[in-house]
């Protein structure tokens, strides 16, 4: 009899040490899945509205400057993503890398010279404001509903942590660019994208 409680013993223990092994993979799992990755910007600039279909279709827009190295425009993504979940039926949300000349002409009409730089334009593309830099995200909202009323923004004209861009009309040399403040360290790429 003793030797069946043994064996009956370590087949309990077995199982419940496969039970809780099942237990932490499932736990493991469900974690990995339910984190939340940082917001890719390319990804969300692919996704994004092009800067003519808003223009002409009559919803407020959000124009976003931004570029992929830029550790500021990196840290809103999530932000910028949940604010578009939550505007999505009523603002254009468009995304342009300051990296891709293409957007020169628009960088100038709005003088970008610090990224990320927010445009906030009216259902008849008129310009409302600008937010520049890292920005809480209750900030942007409040421009975004203001805009949507019809509204003066609360936040027409404010600054957060930027990262410079390199421009022909903001030239820098990279020594200037790794000793100013405003930098905080971000690396300037010449590489066009998106």
């Known amino acids: 009899m003793s030797v069946d409680s043994s064996e009956m013993g370590?087949?309990?223990?077995?199982?419940?040490?496969?039970?809780i092994a099942a237990l932490l993979s499932i736990a493991l799992v469900l974690g990995v899945q339910t984190r939340s990755p940082a917001?890719?910007?390319s990804e969300m600039a692919e996704q994004s509205i092009s800067l003519?279909?808003?223009?002409?279709?009559?919803?407020?827009?959000?124009?976003?400057?931004?570029?992929?190295?830029?550790?500021?425009?990196?840290a809103m993504a999530p932000d910028i993503q949940a604010l578009k979940e939550s505007y999505r039926d009523r603002v254009n949300f468009?995304?342009?890398n300051v990296d891709n000349t293409k957007w020169l002409?628009?960088?100038?009409n709005y003088r970008v010279d610090g990224i990320p730089h927010f445009e906030f334009l009216s259902a008849s593309s008129n310009e409302q404001g600008a937010a520049i830099g890292e920005l809480p995200?209750?900030?942007?909202?409040?421009?975004?509903?203001a805009l949507i009323a019809g509204q003066t923004l609360p936040y027409a004209q404010i600054s957060g942590r930027?990262?410079?861009?390199?421009t022909a009309t903001n030239p820098l040399n990279s020594s200037d660019s790794a000793a100013d403040p405003r930098s905080h360290g971000a690396q300037v790429s010449n590489q066009v994208t998106n």
């Open 137 to 145: 995200r209750a900030i942007l909202a409040e421009n975004l509903d």
């Open 105 to 108: 002409p628009e960088m100038l």
């Open 10 to 19: 370590k087949r309990i223990r077995n199982f419940v040490v496969v039970a």
């Open 52 to 74: 003519e279909s808003a223009m002409a279709n009559k919803k407020p827009t959000l124009i976003e400057f931004y570029a992929n190295w830029c550790t500021s425009c990196q």
């Open 162 to 166: 930027i990262s410079e861009i390199d």
């Open 94 to 96: 468009v995304m342009l």
């Open 39 to 41: 917001a890719s910007l």
